[in-house]
């Protein structure tokens, strides 16, 4: 049984993406980041659907959606995917909520796909130079001795990788949710390969461009962030004119399990 159901499908270039719709109101869309899923809205979304029809998905290639060999998973794909998704959902001005590499989509989708969005919120994106974490970078190097790691040493690696995303101390049980998608043969390949196809050219292409962002923009940036660290945020504030910038004690990369209460409390002013 899955802890987070996502019972809609949809099919993008052959490949199956998982996602859900709860909720009543204008649309919301929230959009993960890695090595997540959309499980990293669980503390939120019941808190914003009595106002909001909240939209959430699995990112290609992670959670739930399909993962397969030679797959392209990468930042220069999955706007392309958030667009058709906009587009299935018949959704024209939604507001989005974007963490992670989902800022990275919501700001690529935005700029390079047309897409429109009545606000954005950016809860510790990926988006100004340089980014990645020591290990991603690590693991980006010596690429081949982790995608042969036995699979126990593995499951270990990504239980250490994720707890570094959050400040609190996150027991095992609570962790689970966030491991499960990248075990076995099959999740395991995926885990390395979204490492793999990181590329900073997928920011590059869009940074300089972040002035001519069409929607209000407020960002959140969890103050002990060990992945990014708080100064991109206050850069990327600066980029976007008229940006809110809300940095948020106590957080670390993944604010959704440090802080949830602060992005839900966040939202519901923006959405005023």
């Not at 909720?23 to 929230?30: A, F, K, Q, S």
């Not at 499960?180 to 995926?190: I, V």
């Not at 959140?220 to 850069?235: A, M, V």
């Amino acid at each position: 049984m899955q802890t987070w159901p996502l019972p809609e499908s949809y099919t993008f270039r052959d490949q199956t993406v998982r996602y859900g719709v709860t909720g009543n109101g204008p649309p919301l869309v929230l959009v993960h980041g890695t090595p997540f899923s959309s499980y990293v809205w669980h503390r939120i979304a019941a808190h914003l659907a009595p106002m909001r029809t909240v939209h959430y998905y699995d990112l290609l290639g992670y959670g739930q959606s399909e993962q397969r060999d030679a797959q392209d998973v990468s930042l220069g794909i999955q706007n392309v995917l958030l667009a058709e998704l906009l587009a299935h959902w018949k959704l024209e001005m939604p507001d989005v909520v974007a963490h992670d590499f989902g800022g990275a989509t919501s700001l690529r989708a935005h700029l390079l796909n047309g897409c429109e969005y009545r606000s954005l919120t950016l809860i510790d994106p990926v988006a100004v130079a340089p980014w990645g974490s020591p290990f991603v970078r690590h693991v980006r190097e010596h690429g081949d001795a982790f995608a042969g790691l036995p699979p126990y040493i593995h499951e270990a690696v990504v239980k250490a990788y994720v707890r570094g995303a959050i400040a609190r101390e996150i027991p095992d049980h609570e962790l689970a949710p966030y491991v499960r998608p990248w075990l076995g043969a099959t999740g395991q390949a995926a885990f390395y390969r979204q490492i793999a196809q990181m590329d900073q050219r997928h920011t590059d292409e869009v940074e300089a461009r972040y002035a001519q962002l069409r929607c209000p923009v407020q960002i959140l940036w969890g103050e002990k962030d060990q992945w990014i660290p708080l100064e991109r945020g206050r850069q990327l504030a600066a980029a976007i004119p008229c940006a809110r910038f809300q940095a948020v004690p106590n957080a670390g990369h993944l604010m959704q399990e440090d802080a949830p209460e602060a992005i839900v409390a966040a939202a519901l002013r923006w959405f005023v």
